[in-house]
């Protein structure tokens, strides 16, 4: 019987392929939240492709970052692909955790031009707008904003919006357009509940507040620095627009949030916006599939637009990342397998059907993409006005002072916006001073 | 004369084994038992103590394999001794410190005290007042974000209850006054209990005989709490005391869920902090630094602590 068994495994084992010299378990590591869930669905066909296994490690987004630079930094060996943050391309590249993919791309006819640029810049380049490849455009994503569509089309509330401002009650062209609506909607009785103008984010551990308060600094005039010298910062980051994009964010989480949205971030912004507590939520568009499917708040009662315009530009804060192969892994061939996989055309568009935002230009260029979901053209044109973060190696030291600094300014009304955007620039010139940039 | 330990069980011992056995003396068997636990003791302390002095000393950075440490002396103490930041978390954690024993030591011995008194269910009380310090500090963390919700906190809800504030007109966690507050009440609320048991240790340890001669000399029951009770149970208070400040100085977990550390820095502890600069910021040897001068002073003060409870008991 035992004899049988073991003829049988064996048998099937060959059958698929399994027993093969090349057949590895793979790694691939990323956070844990829905579009994790949607690549463990598109994977099994590289599974049943290639004979490899996929085994996943997905972690929380708050703790993300520490558990997988942790992994990287001590050169683990868990995983084979990491799905890293934008920001980690510079110390990825720089401190050698990615294998650089330009060779690979080249065999194998994966061309950059395929992916939307502003991914390409995002996920994948380092240094900066140079053609040097550390990554895949993985997941496309951006911060944007998700309205209640049904609560916008109230009579009584258009009526009582148009009189006040004297304009419809609809989705807001420009930021101070969203304070308006937000603050229209600020402590109103909607069926017999006491509702909220916006979840922004306000989160201070991790990213949040920067990823939220970037949304207002950059449309008002805020740069990362110089034009001609990237790590010139004063005047830039502290530009008179700079400060009054601060002093606009300030003033809409004083008047126009809900109480105790303190600290908040993806998952309570969520939460505010599905158990209607909120008008509108600010949120990365990996939300969205899931808002459209939502029992309470889904279908047509919910409606998604682009971060919108400030007196200086429209631009949305770039969320997403790419997928790279880890330096220390030993099965890098299986991996680079995983990725020429990942890369192709019908793949990218089964991730978009599963939930997943694929990069790939032949799948968002498609003509039927934008009425492919409610939320499609939406995405499109948030992906056409994205901005990053710093991709520096010390993109780390640069958030935490960033969340400092804006956090004690916004929410807990320490100082002035001149103040917290000045000792930023300190802070940011410091670190860049002991980089060597400076 | 009779046998030694060592000499019986080398007679109980089967020939052959016995034979290796009598080659060894008693130091070498002794040797012998402790060296795994020395070793890892070794391994596990005293190695990574040392490796953490001697990179506090250098700019080493562990995301930057390429970079050689350079050797900097003593400017990362210099630094973080001189960095504001730093002493207003160290400031956060000695409110916060202060904040909780005083309140967990008050109210810990009035529920011994109460609890201690013969009453029927008091087993029963006993274990209800028990539970918070069974759950975990982040389940405790998450647990009173919700309490603290303006909309839909029943803590909110039940101070404006009693004082007829509307409770979503404050925020526990988002206010930079309320939110140290915030952090000591759900702390004594998961702790005091621990204190509790320990001061109940030393009321039951009292015998009644005492307090039965005492009554003989009509000492009054004010005067039997202030020279019988509070003496007696002092060392055990104290030793609670201890065990407090150490895990609070601690303090972690509890204050990532509830505030992160918001709003600005106000509720930064120094543990956060060490966490930031450690394995967010990754300056390895400048958090050295930080790590060693927090190990010095909790190691100072508690041994200065362990003298005065020694003291204490000896009385």
């Not at chain 2, 007829?164 to 206010?175: E, H, N, Q, T």
Request: hydrophobic share 45%.
């Amino acid at each position: 019987m035992k004899t049988k068994l073991t003829l049988a495994v064996a048998a099937a084992a060959l059958a698929t392929g399994a027993g093969s010299a090349q057949a590895e378990n793979l790694t691939l590591c990323w956070a844990a939240w829905d579009p994790a869930n949607a690549l463990v669905e598109l994977s099994k066909d590289f599974e049943a492709q290639s004979g490899h296994t996929m085994s996943f490690e997905f972690v929380p987004w708050t703790s993300f970052a520490d558990r997988m630079l942790n992994e990287l930094n001590s050169g683990g060996r868990l995983c084979d692909l990491m799905i890293g943050d934008s920001q980690w391309i510079g110390g990825g590249a720089e401190n050698g955790h990615y294998v650089k993919l330009n060779d690979f791309f080249d065999a194998n006819n994966i061309s950059m031009d395929d992916f939307i640029p502003a991914t390409v810049t995002g996920y994948a380049e380092w240094p900066k707008n140079t053609p040097n490849y550390w990554a895949l455009p993985a997941f496309g994503d951006v911060v944007g904003w998700t309205y209640r569509r049904d609560w916008f089309e109230r009579p009584a509330l258009q009526a009582e919006f148009q009189e006040t401002y004297g304009r419809p009650l609809d989705v807001p062209a420009t930021l101070e357009e969203l304070k308006d609506i937000a603050q229209f909607f600020q402590g109103r009785d909607i069926d017999g509940t006491t509702v909220y103008g916006a979840a922004i984010y306000t989160e201070r551990g991790s990213e949040g507040i920067t990823m939220g308060v970037t949304n207002a600094l950059y449309n008002y005039g805020f740069q990362y620095g110089s034009p001609e010298n990237p790590y010139e910062l004063d005047g830039y980051v502290n530009s008179p627009g700079a400060v009054a994009g601060l002093e606009y964010y300030k003033e809409l989480y004083d008047t126009a949030t809900p109480p105790g949205s303190s600290n908040w971030y993806m998952g309570e912004n969520i939460d505010a916006y599905r158990s209607g507590q909120v008008a509108m939520q600010m949120n990365f568009a990996f939300i969205w599939p899931g808002v459209h499917a939502d029992p309470n708040v889904g279908g047509e009662r919910s409606g998604y637009f682009p971060n919108p315009a400030g007196p200086e530009g429209q631009f949305a804060q770039l969320g997403g990342q790419g997928i790279s192969v880890v330096a220390y892994s030993e099965k890098q061939d299986a991996a680079l397998e995983y990725i020429q996989w990942f890369a192709q055309p019908e793949v990218q568009a089964k991730w978009w059907e599963l939930g997943g935002y694929s990069a790939l230009r032949s799948v968002l260029e498609d003509p039927g993409f934008a009425d492919s979901q409610p939320y499609a053209q939406t995405f499109l044109d948030s992906m056409a006005i994205v901005k990053d973060f710093w991709a520096e190696p010390s993109y780390a030291e640069l958030l935490l002072a960033m969340q400092a600094r804006v956090h004690d300014y916004v929410i807990a009304g320490n100082g002035t916006a001149q103040e917290a955007l000045d000792g930023l620039t300190e802070d940011w010139t410091e670190i860049f001073e002991y980089e060597g940039k400076l | 004369m009779t046998d030694t330990p060592i000499t019986r069980v080398a007679k109980a011992t089967p020939e052959p084994v016995a034979r290796r056995i009598r080659g060894l003396s008693d130091r070498a068997i002794a040797w012998i038992f402790v060296a795994p636990t020395l070793f890892l003791l070794l391994a596990v302390n005293i190695f990574p103590l040392i490796w953490t002095i001697r990179l506090s000393f250098t700019d080493f950075r562990v995301n930057r394999p390429n970079r050689d440490a350079e050797w900097v002396g003593l400017e990362n103490y210099q630094r973080i001794l001189s960095d504001s930041d730093i002493w207003n978390t160290m400031q956060a954690t000695a409110h916060f410190l202060v904040w909780t024993i005083v309140l967990q030591v008050l109210i810990g011995f009035t529920l011994a005290y109460l609890i201690n008194k013969k009453f029927k269910g008091n087993d029963l009380w006993t274990t209800i007042i028990v539970l918070p310090m069974m759950l975990s500090p982040a389940v405790v963390g998450n647990f009173w974000t919700f309490l603290y919700q303006p909309q839909i906190g029943l803590f909110n809800y039940a101070v404006g209850f009693l004082t007829g504030v509307d409770p979503a007109s404050f925020s526990m966690i988002g206010d930079v006054h309320l939110a140290p507050w915030s952090i000591v009440i759900a702390d004594t609320w998961m702790w005091t209990p621990f204190v509790m048991l320990i001061c109940l240790a030393g009321l039951r340890s009292i015998p009644d005989s005492i307090y039965e001669a005492a009554e003989c000399d009509r000492a009054s029951k004010w005067r039997q709490f202030w020279t019988i009770t509070v003496p007696m149970v002092l060392p055990f208070l104290m030793l609670a005391v201890l065990f407090r400040g150490i895990e609070n100085f601690k303090m972690f977990d509890l204050v990532v869920q509830l505030t992160g550390g918001g709003p600005g820095s106000v509720t930064e502890v120094t543990s956060i902090n060490l966490k930031r600069e450690a394995f967010e910021k990754w300056r390895t040897g400048y958090s050295s630094a930080y790590a060693v001068i927090l190990f010095v002073t909790v190691f100072g003060l508690a041994s200065i602590y362990v003298k005065a409870l020694n003291k204490v008991k000896q009385r």
